[in-house]
């Protein structure tokens, strides 16, 4: 039974209880009235009628005396008129209070007594009224006393009866009392007993009610406080259990949400981890490159200077012939190692850009990972709040890191052309140094040829040099790039711990399954073999000394 029920089935008591009093203090009332009124309405006016009769029989009885004591016929002859028109009216009276005032049979039984004895004197009264018109004045008063019992019975009779009358009076008013008493307890009965089912079923009722609400509100507390490990028992179907189906299934959502949550948290933790060393390990290899790249720079000014002076020396083919050829021998090699150093690096942007591409992924990821706490903690209403701002702040930093990554990427790739143009120049700066040492080779036979091919030595040179001083300045940007993508990835590890430190503030029996997540972690970086930094080589004379040579291309590894 709902509680809406239980609160009517209470009203309906009341309301019964209430039209039961109303309808039996109506019904005893109309039983005292109908008593009490029978006073007034039967026994009062049957005194009075057999008061009448009284009467009329006192104004016979003293016509009768009247008429013996007159000797004048005419006056005679009135009192017998008024002797018959009194005789007639206690006739009359007693027929009217035989059609309206009897209340019982012993009633009518002295009613018809009173009448035989009004008959029977009116006989006597008749016989000493006849004696006394005809002159037998001594007879009719010798028969005038012999009345006299007739006169005392009839009395008596009238009085009897009137007598009868005022003890039904009584009676009637006793009895109206004693309905008044019994309509008083028996009200005082059902008030009672009303009062008693009402009390205990609303007693019963608040209790069932309070008790419930204060469960409720304890389960309510317990989620409140972060403690998901809460057993709800629903044991009813009313209003108050339909409430703690709903904190259940609250509870059991929160369960499922904050456990598939912390394992989301606990994932990004790993892969920010994983991004921020990942990051850190790409800034020191990016610096190790702008060393390279900044060492290449110098030999190829060196270099430059070498090829200049060699053009200033041209002019000296013939003494300078043999070390002509051992310089452009050297250089030979060393635009090779530059060739195969501007191979490396052209894999290793590329390498770069698959690595951003992937903390592009990443990021985008975790925005959605963000997105779909943030739609959860919106389903859990007013307690998610708090995880809604936090999933909030991830999404920002989602977006943040994507938006790095993205420009990261547009960075390496346009590093990426240049290095591929730098790499044309060397070829072609290997391909002149090719034709230089055919040149020096044929210095004997073509002097003239020997100046030529150092002018368009100088001149490959000069285009190498631009093209390395491009290279390096794009490496010191990609490496300030690197660097603040692996700030972004600390910050991200930062808020990720920070959420994770939140979430867990949830404690929970066991973590529910959750759906899988798409794999991010990353292939950890090889350590990377300390390499001595290279050492600045010498400036060139008429015969190129062996410098140093910038990072072989073998030292990048793919992480």
Partial sequence: MTIAQRMYALIFSAFVGLVGLAL????????????????????????????????????????????????????RNDLDKAREASYRKAVDEMQRYETKYVSDDKDRQQLQADRRAVDAY???????????????????????????????????????????????????????TRLLARARWEAMFIALLVIVVVAAQGLLTTRRLVKSLLEAGTIAETVA?????????????????????????????????????????????????????????????????????????????????????????????????QSASALAIKGGEVVSQVVETMSGINASSREIARIIGTIDSIAFQTNILALNAAVEAARAGEQGRGFAVVATEVRNLAHRSAAAAKEIKLLIDDSVSKVAAGSRLVDEAGATMSEVVVGI????????????????QLAGIGQVNEAVVAMDTATQQNAALVEEAAAAAKALQDQTVKLNEVVNVFKLDALPPSPSLPPARLAKAAPRAPAAPPARRPALTLVPAAGGKSQPAEEWVTF
Avoid: C
């Avoid at 006989?123 to 009345?147: C, N, P, R």
């Fill in 225 to 321: 406080a972060g403690d998901l490990r809460v057993h709800i028992e629903v044991t009813s179907r009313d209003e108050i259990g339909k409430l703690l189906q709903a904190l259940k299934n609250m509870n059991d959502g929160l369960v499922r949400i904050v456990g598939q949550v912390r394992q989301g948290t606990e994932t990004i933790t790993s892969a920010t981890a994983e991004i921020a060393e990942g990051n850190m390990d790409l800034s020191a290899r990016t610096e190790s490159q702008a060393s390279s790249l900044e060492e290449t720079a110098a030999s190829m000014e060196e270099l430059y200077s070498t090829v200049k002076h060699s053009n200033d020396n041209a002019r000296q083919a013939n003494q300078l012939a």
């Fill in 122 to 176: 009116k006989v006597l009264s008749d016989k000493i009224v006849g004696l006394a018109l005809q002159g037998k004045e001594e007879e009719a008063g010798a028969s005038m006393l012999a009345s006299r019992q007739v006169v005392v019975d009839l009395v008596a009779a009238l009085q009897s009866h009137n007598q009868y009358n005022v003890d039904i009076a009584s009676r009637s008013a006793d009895e109206a």
């Fill in 441 to 456: 080779n044929r210095v004997h036979d073509i002097v003239a040829e020997i100046s030529s091919a150092s002018n368009e």
């Fill in 24 to 75: 039996l203090a109506a019904f005893q009332m109309q039983r005292v009235f109908t008593a009490a009124d029978y006073v007034s309405v039967n026994v009062v006016p049957s005194i009075i009628s057999l008061n009448k009769v009284i009467t009329d029989f006192g104004n016979v009885r003293a016509a009768t005396w009247q008429l013996l004591a007159v000797r004048d016929p005419a006056v």
